[in-house]
């Protein structure tokens, strides 16, 4: 069964660190995400995806975050100087449409801000 | 502002037991609502997804409900096992359709 991929499972970083997150989307899938979740705390979205522009982002998703997709299968979230409230586990999801769609998440990395 | 609510307290049942899960929202007008499911350090899962002109939708155990003029959703495991324990994610669309919103989940376990 197709699923979504991430690296690194875990990631440690100094504050101020510029980081890079990967993830695999699902080959026919058109839509992507990024979404975090703080220890303890709900899931939160950052950014949507889509044709090879931000469809949408929240507040949290400020100018200290970017997301390319740089080929045909990778889609990254990097984050440029990475603060103490950064750390929490990092979620890619995908999906085949927007709206009325399932979205299937990856596995996670696990951000740990130092 | 927007809100997606559910039982913040875990839910404990015993095996063979029905488990019933409330999401409740405010300042949403969804046309659909998705119900996912999450184990510790790992990914949500989606199980279901309801539409407003639903207002049930079955999948083997599990039954959705679906009340817009209340503004609020049920989740029942029927005849739960303890690998259903697990935490439950409410999850509405935003206004644009792109992003999730979810609730703060509710933790289900269940004992045999």
């Known amino acids: 069964e197709p699923e979504v991929t991430q690296t690194p499972s875990h990631q440690v970083t100094q504050m101020g660190q510029e980081v890079i997150l990967r993830c695999v989307p699902i080959s026919n899938h058109l839509y992507f995400y990024w979404y975090r979740q703080i220890l303890g705390q709900k899931v939160e979205f950052l950014v949507s995806f889509y044709n090879n522009e931000i469809s949408e982002k929240s507040e949290i998703f400020d100018d200290q975050f970017s997301v390319e997709r740089p080929d045909g299968s990778n889609f990254t979230l990097k984050i440029r100087s990475t603060k103490l409230e950064d750390s929490a586990m990092y979620f890619c999801?995908?999906?085949?449409?927007?709206?009325?769609?399932?979205?299937?998440f990856g596995p996670g990395t696990r951000l740990t801000v130092l | 502002s927007q809100k997606i609510e559910q039982n913040s307290e875990a839910l404990n049942i015993q095996e063979g037991k029905t488990a019933t899960l409330t999401c409740n929202y405010t300042?949403?007008?969804?046309?659909?609502l998705q119900w996912y499911r999450q184990d510790p350090g790992r990914g949500p899962v989606f199980l279901l997804l309801?539409?407003?002109?639903?207002k049930e939708k079955r999948k083997e155990r599990l039954k959705v409900t679906f009340d817009t003029t209340l503004k609020q959703s049920l989740f029942h495991i029927t005849a739960s096992q303890p690998a259903d324990s697990a935490t439950y994610l409410c999850?509405?669309?935003?206004?644009?359709?792109?992003?999730?919103?979810f609730g703060k989940g509710t933790s289900l376990l269940v004992t045999p």
């Open positions: 300042n949403y007008s969804p046309a659909y």
């Open positions: 999801a995908s999906s085949a449409l927007a709206g009325v769609d399932e979205q299937f």
């Open positions: 309801i539409r407003e002109n639903e």
């Open positions: 999850a509405l669309a935003s206004n644009s359709g792109y992003a999730l919103n």
